[in-house]
């Protein structure tokens, strides 16, 4: 699938759930309102039109949340789409989570066909941890990560880069990564959702800075590493692991994006930082034939913009993308 400006699109994030047993500051208002989960496509809805994707020629697949492994019924999903990795249809089959339910699902993932996966974990203090998840526990994340590595998965961290946060952070988080054999991604706060008393322009910090206090101590050296995603990467001299940089407002990546977000209700993104939507789910009911279905997916991806709105301004009060992070699935 090529969109208008000759990139391929080969990516798909699937957001199966907007649910999620964290509340962390720059995702999710404390007092969420969820879609009734009548609202929600079934886990063999959610199956069918990954797998239209996959005939399209999407080669890699993430599943996001919200958290998705409070999902009733997840490792079904998961378990049959493990059989387009089988098939070769699929080259990757992936997940984001907060690392929550590792403990009890990383055995499962990796036999379903997950070999990597991506863990969302701001800071290694656990009163600092339960402050900016409202609701979270570090213990259960790190006895979730240890859970993954013993169940073969390769990990890679998240970390929010947050001022005045966890900016002091940094050194701690790459030399804890590097003892844990993990690689470490650094992201910027992104403009969506209205996440109630925490403004943005303080939340923020630009990863140039970022970068500038991690290279006091640590040699950075520069590499062509790619996952298929927008981070771009380095790997540390004294500990060997890599170490990324997701910079949507200070460097944006829109000129290598090669992704699509499906929601649980089956609107599909073309953009994370654009309004513009696609309802794949009626067509995806009118038909148990997928010609319907694939020509909206066409469709949309014609449509699919060269670049994101994204901007952190204190003039600019709204959020630049009305819905929450947990919606679209980051």
């Not at 989960?37 to 996001?64: H, N, P, Q, Y």
């Not at 609107?267 to 994370?272: D, F, R």
Request: hydrophobic share 40%; aromatic share 6%; with cysteine.
């Amino acid at each position: 699938m090529l969109d208008p400006f000759g990139r391929t699109v080969s990516y798909l994030r699937v957001s199966v759930t907007d649910r999620c047993d964290f509340r962390c500051v720059y995702c999710m208002a404390e007092d969420m309102t969820f879609l009734p989960k009548a609202d929600l496509l079934s886990l063999e809805e959610l199956d069918r039109l990954c797998s239209a994707f996959i005939g399209m020629g999407v080669r890699k697949l993430r599943l996001t949340g919200g958290e998705p492994l409070v999902r009733r019924g997840i490792m079904t999903l998961i378990d049959s789409l493990g059989r387009h990795l089988k098939t070769g249809g699929l080259d990757e089959l992936t997940l984001t989570t907060n690392g929550s339910q590792l403990e009890k699902y990383a055995a499962d993932l990796y036999r379903a066909g997950v070999r990597r996966i991506n863990v969302s974990l701001d800071t290694l203090d656990a009163a600092k941890f339960t402050e900016l998840t409202r609701w979270g526990r570090l213990d259960q994340v790190m006895a979730g990560l240890q859970a993954a590595k013993a169940a073969g998965l390769a990990v890679k961290i998240n970390a929010v880069a947050l001022r005045g946060v966890n900016d002091t952070e940094f050194d701690d988080l790459i030399a804890w990564c590097g003892r844990e054999g993990f690689d470490l991604v650094l992201i910027e706060v992104m403009p969506m959702g209205e996440i109630g008393e925490a403004a943005r322009m303080d939340q923020y910090l630009p990863l140039s800075m970022a970068r500038a206090s991690i290279q006091r101590k640590w040699t950075l050296d520069e590499t062509d590493y790619r996952t298929g995603g927008p981070a771009r990467y380095y790997t540390v001299r004294e500990t060997g692991r890599r170490l990324g940089f997701i910079t949507p407002l200070t460097h944006n990546f829109c000129e290598s994006c090669n992704r699509v977000r499906l929601t649980c209700t089956g609107t599909l993104y073309m953009c994370l930082g654009q309004n513009d939507a696609a309802d794949l789910r009626a067509p995806l009911r009118a038909s148990e034939s997928n010609v319907l279905l694939e020509d909206a997916i066409r469709e949309a991806i014609a449509r699919k913009p060269k670049g994101h709105d994204f901007v952190i301004d204190r003039r600019k009060a709204p959020a630049a993308v009305p819905r929450h992070m947990s919606v679209t699935g980051g």
